[in-house]
């Protein structure tokens, strides 16, 4: 049974840092593509970064580019997700996902469905 477990959210203030990790169990990590969706009270889930398996190419949604910081450590069976000067826009649960196709080499990584495992959501609140 493959498991996605999120940890490392809270509430921070804005221009602050936080750092969501995600361990994975129950499938070889180090052979998928993983990423980080994030949705606001009323809004659609958004991609936020993708990293690829090989952890040589990651992709950023414009609005985070610079700020956060993804990367995985193979051996921890954990992706990562860095987040500096933060906004209250950020403000989100954010997700980790999982990508369903092992050694996937394509470009799609913003599209949800080409994920098939779900954290269950960490809370960021970003509030002075």
């Known amino acids: 049974q493959v498991q996605l477990v999120e940890s490392g959210g809270g509430l921070v203030q804005p221009g602050g840092s936080l750092r969501l990790s995600c361990a994975v169990s129950?499938?070889?990590?180090?052979?998928?593509?993983m990423c980080w969706f994030r949705q606001a009270p009323g809004k659609e889930r958004e991609f936020v970064v993708a990293i690829s398996w090989s952890g040589r190419n990651t992709y950023y949604t414009y609005s985070v580019k610079v700020r956060f910081t993804i990367s995985r450590d193979n051996a921890k069976n954990t992706v990562y997700l860095q987040m500096n000067s933060l906004k209250p826009e950020d403000t989100a649960v954010y997700y980790c996902?999982?990508?369903?196709?092992?050694?996937?080499?394509?470009?799609?990584?913003?599209?949800?469905?080409?994920?098939?495992?779900w954290g269950q959501g960490t809370q960021v609140t970003v509030s002075s």
């Open positions: 129950g499938r070889t990590f180090s052979s998928y593509a």
């Open positions: 996902a999982a990508h369903s196709r092992p050694y996937y080499s394509g470009t799609y990584y913003n599209r949800p469905f080409e994920y098939d495992y």
